[in-house]
T-cell receptor
Framework: DARVTQTPRDKVTEMGQEVTMRCQPILGHNTVFWYRQTMKQGLELLAY????????DSGMPKDRFSAEMPDATLATLKIQPSEPRDSAVYFCASGLGGTTDTQYFGPGTRLTVL | AQSVTQPDIHITVSEGASLELRCNYSYGATPYLFWYVQSPGQGLQLLLK??????LVQGIKGFEAEFKRSQSSFNLRKPSVHWSDAAEYFCAVRNSGNTPLVFGKGTRLSVIA
């Protein structure tokens, strides 16, 4: 049963620290999305990639967030420096690029910035 | 810009009763519509999707949804709710191609005995 995996599942850190979240998309999927879920904003897109190339990162605060795909099996989301307002659940999703394809979500990383 | 409205923040139903969760979307072209479910502490699981064709779509766990273009709606239904259906339900829309989803705020479903 192919799944999207995310690590860590939970992260508690102090303001100003660097945070790195990792995602392993389903093997063969060429499209990877990062979403953030907060009580206030709900689920919102941060960035997405197709064939490892970033297509849209307009949802990310550019000064502190960065997203990359070092290879086809790994996507990373970094926050440096982290702030309390970054506390949220960060979801990675993957899929194929076709019109009728769907997105499969990982279990999320719950980030708490103190 | 696309948007999704789920008018009901929280719904409580009795086990065995029928369920309808409302979803309205705003999108200029033909929408690609989805319902996802999120159990506490879990990721999102796809319940069903609509791309084209038959406007009544069947999903997993006994759920179905009906696309009504004239009402810009894609309501989720289940004839008989089980206690295990208690969760948060999200309606979402996107463009053609596997592009980012725009989500509604979600509806939390509680099931009582």
């Amino acid at each position: 049963d192919a799944r999207v995996t995310q690590t860590p599942r939970d992260k508690v850190t102090e303001m100003g620290q660097e945070v790195t979240m990792r995602c392993q998309p389903i093997l063969g999927h060429n499209t990877v999305f990062w979403y953030r879920q907060t009580m206030k904003q709900g689920l919102e897109l941060l960035a997405y990639f197709r064939n490892r190339a970033p297509l849209d990162d307009s949802g990310m605060p550019k000064d502190r967030f960065s997203a990359e795909m070092p290879d086809a099996t790994l996507a990373t989301l970094k926050i440096q420096p982290s702030e309390p307002r970054d506390s949220a659940v960060y979801f990675c999703a993957s899929g194929l690029g076709g019109t009728t394809d769907t997105q499969y979500f990982g279990p999320g990383t719950r980030l708490t910035v103190l | 810009a696309q948007s999704v409205t789920q008018p009901d923040i929280h719904i409580t139903v009795s086990e065995g009763a029928s369920l309808e969760l409302r979803c309205n979307y705003s999108y200029g072209a033909t929408p690609y519509l989805f319902w996802y479910v999120q159990s506490p502490g879990q990721g999102l699981q796809l319940l069903l999707k609509y791309f084209s064709g038959d406007t009544l779509v069947q999903g997993i766990k006994g759920f179905e949804a009906e696309f009504k273009r004239s009402q810009s709606s894609f309501n989720l239904r289940k004839p008989s709710v089980h206690w295990s259906d208690a969760a948060e339900y999200f309606c979402a829309v996107r463009n053609s191609g596997n592009t980012p989803l725009v989500f509604g705020k979600g509806t939390r479903l509680s099931v009582i005995a």
